[in-house]
């Protein structure tokens, strides 16, 4: 049974769900290689033409992958991937957020606000009307605070008085629970960008607050630089270890930017 499952779910709340799990598909559907007539293996999410500066080592997405080097073990560890600092703040943000709700938020804040938004979202050829919970906590010992979305999952903003920080999320998997974490500077993609699967499924009732990401493995890594992803994007199957993709981007790249939009691609 899919672990996000709800007995007899309308389309609109089953749209709802698969929104995060479809925009992080998005952004990862740039890790899909294929190889281009001069034998090359290439990003097919991307524009062919913006890919001179990107070298990609193995592409094998749609099969078992390739064994993977010590240096690159998916797990969260790996001082090739993370640094300490790193390491200690992704440790901790499950037990940060597990017991925030809208008017209580995680330790050491204090409640702001809180507003509900509703907007509808186009995916593929069907809508959904996705609302949310916005709430806004502050800290009492220092100058930080907490933007903190509460929906299908939960995506938490935290940001100091420079706009630096990170922006953590919990999202539904048919598996269980995705955790995606990225570092922002200055209001911007400035770091590391990771996501790690908790592979429990949780039956019909889902809930991030009951994921369980004891010896959970990364599925994606990728470097960004000022909003530029530079350096290595890595993806793994995450139940076998395996390396599916190892590309490397020799220079910055807006990914937004030379993204192509599947929506947009011809029907067959």
């Known amino acids: 049974m899919d672990g996000c499952a709800t007995?007899?779910?309308?389309?609109?709340?089953?749209?709802?769900?698969?929104?995060?799990?479809?925009?992080?598909?998005?952004?990862?559907?740039?890790?899909?290689?294929?190889?281009?007539?001069?034998?090359?293996?290439?990003?097919?999410?991307?524009?062919?033409?913006?890919?001179?500066?990107?070298v990609v080592h193995i592409s094998d997405?749609?099969?078992?992958?390739?064994?993977?080097?010590?240096?690159?073990?998916?797990?969260?560890?790996?001082?090739?991937?993370?640094?300490?600092?790193?390491?200690?703040t992704i440790s901790e943000i499950f037990v940060k957020y597990k017991n925030a709700t809208t008017n209580s938020g995680p330790p050491g804040t204090v409640f702001d606000s809180v507003y509900k938004t509703n907007y509808v979202i186009k995916a593929w050829k069907a809508t959904a009307n996705v609302e949310n919970w916005v709430a806004n906590y502050h800290y009492t010992n220092s100058d930080a605070r907490e933007k903190i979305t509460y929906g299908a999952g939960m995506m938490a903003e935290f940001r100091n008085k420079l706009d630096d920080g990170y922006n953590a999320s919990f999202t539904c998997t048919g598996d269980g629970t995705l955790l995606n974490f990225w570092e922002i500077k200055h209001g911007l993609p400035n770091g590391i960008l990771s996501r790690f699967a908790d592979c429990h499924g949780q039956g019909p009732n889902w809930d991030y607050r009951l994921a369980n990401f004891t010896n959970s493995h990364l599925t994606e890594y990728m470097q960004y630089t000022n909003g530029m992803v530079m350096g290595r994007v890595l993806s793994w199957n995450a139940l076998t270890g395996r390396l599916l993709v190892d590309a490397e981007f020799k220079g910055p790249y807006d990914m937004k930017k030379h993204r192509i939009d599947f929506q947009s691609l011809p029907e067959h």
């Open 7 to 54: 007995q007899q779910p309308t389309t609109s709340v089953k749209l709802s769900r698969l929104i995060p799990s479809l925009l992080s598909f998005v952004l990862a559907g740039s890790l899909l290689g294929q190889t281009n007539q001069a034998g090359h293996l290439i990003l097919p999410f991307l524009d062919e033409e913006s890919q001179s500066n990107v």
């Open 61 to 88: 997405p749609f099969g078992d992958g390739q064994p993977c080097p010590l240096r690159f073990t998916n797990v969260l560890s790996n001082s090739n991937l993370f640094t300490p600092a790193e390491q200690k």
